[in-house]
């Protein structure tokens, strides 16, 4: 027999249905992140991603969880572009599901909020100083007037570099697998066939921090499609756009076999072939095991699925 015994606190609290705690549909995964980020006060702008880095929930399980409350209509999200050409995913959480044209109507309504305007509002230029003197007009030759002796025709000369030193400190920190996980990045979408040059080396340089972090290149590719827009919405600016999607990293997802190991007393361990399972990262209902035999992170079907990819 249970008893239960409540005291109603003071403050700070939040009042939720009991159909939402008791949602058939929904894991404690998905209850918790929900509830988390109604608990928030008024204004506040924190991410699904990051209420799940507070809350402990690893990459896998806040997948389910994100997923599941999408499919619930509980969690909307659309991709617009801001001023500039920022792309910006704007995330709507309600406490009761909402259809998708309550949820677009809503989201229209919302300002389109940008770290740019968050931080740096625009400030009014003040009033010019008029120089001291009457204006000069300009002379009539044509040419500036300038010491005889002077030679400006010709650039000094620059240092010749040795071709055989060392390269550049910012070039020797990017590893050449980032770089060839970003050259590759044109033939992963069509949206993604117009990137600049000149974004190459920073990209270059977000990816090595996902690859510093534990996540393969495989993951990699999969966050960059899951982020591109599914609605045919063109991407103007894709360099941006993949800004965008690296910026933040995720935990990285961390195999069941090295869970089990940690976590099983020696008694129990699992057998060698439950121990050498993997739990796939693609969108299953349940947790899905399947058997690597490298350091793929996708179960057959999925990866069938998955469009075919130079490997980086």
Same mark, same amino acid.
């Given at each position: ?11 700070? *609290?939040?009042? *939720? ?44 399980? *806040?997948?389910?969880? /994100? ?22 995913? &704007? &995330? ?12 677009? /109507? ?12 968050? /931080? ?6 003040? $009033? ?15 040419? $500036?007037? /300038? ?48 990137i600049p040059r000149g974004m190459y080396d920073e990209l270059a340089r977000l990816v090595s921090r996902w690859l510093a972090s534990g996540h393969t290149p495989t993951a990699i590719r999969t966050h960059i499609l899951r982020g591109l827009p599914d609605d045919g919405t063109p991407v103007h600016r894709p360099g941006g756009l993949l800004r965008y999607l690296l910026r933040d990293i995720p935990p990285a997802p961390t195999s069941v076999s090295s869970v089990s190991a940690s976590r099983q ?24 095991? *399947? ?22």
């Amino acid at each position: 027999m249970i008893y239960r015994h409540h005291i109603a606190p003071p403050r700070a *609290f939040t009042q *939720f249905s009991h159909d939402l705690i008791r949602h058939p549909r929904l894991s404690s995964d998905a209850v918790r992140l929900l509830t988390w980020q109604l608990s928030l006060p008024e204004g506040a702008r924190e991410s699904l991603s990051r209420t799940a880095e507070r809350a402990r929930i690893g990459a896998c399980s *806040f997948t389910r969880a /994100k997923r599941q409350l999408k499919e619930e209509g509980f969690v909307h999200e659309r991709r617009v572009q801001g001023p500039g050409g920022l792309w910006i995913t &704007q &995330q709507l959480v309600s406490n009761v599901p909402l259809s998708e044209g309550e949820a677009a /109507k809503i989201l229209a309504g919302m300002p389109v909020h940008t770290s740019s305007t968050a /931080k740096s509002p625009q400030v009014a230029p003040g $009033p010019r100083i008029p120089a001291a003197g009457a204006p000069t007009p300009p002379a009539t030759d044509g040419h $500036p007037r /300038k010491d005889p002796g002077e030679n400006t025709s010709h650039r000094p000369a620059e240092p010749e570099r040795n071709p055989d030193a060392d390269p550049a400190p910012e070039a020797a920190e990017i590893p050449e697998a980032a770089r060839a996980l970003v050259a590759a990045l044109p033939h992963l979408s069509p949206d993604l066939r117009r990137i600049p040059r000149g974004m190459y080396d920073e990209l270059a340089r977000l990816v090595s921090r996902w690859l510093a972090s534990g996540h393969t290149p495989t993951a990699i590719r999969t966050h960059i499609l899951r982020g591109l827009p599914d609605d045919g919405t063109p991407v103007h600016r894709p360099g941006g756009l993949l800004r965008y999607l690296l910026r933040d990293i995720p935990p990285a997802p961390t195999s069941v076999s090295s869970v089990s190991a940690s976590r099983q007393p020696a008694s129990t361990r699992l057998s060698s072939r439950v121990a050498a399972l993997r739990e796939c990262e693609g969108d299953h209902v349940q947790a899905t095991l *399947f058997r690597p035999t490298g350091d793929e992170t996708l179960c057959g079907h999925c990866s069938a699925a998955q469009p075919d990819l130079p490997t980086a």
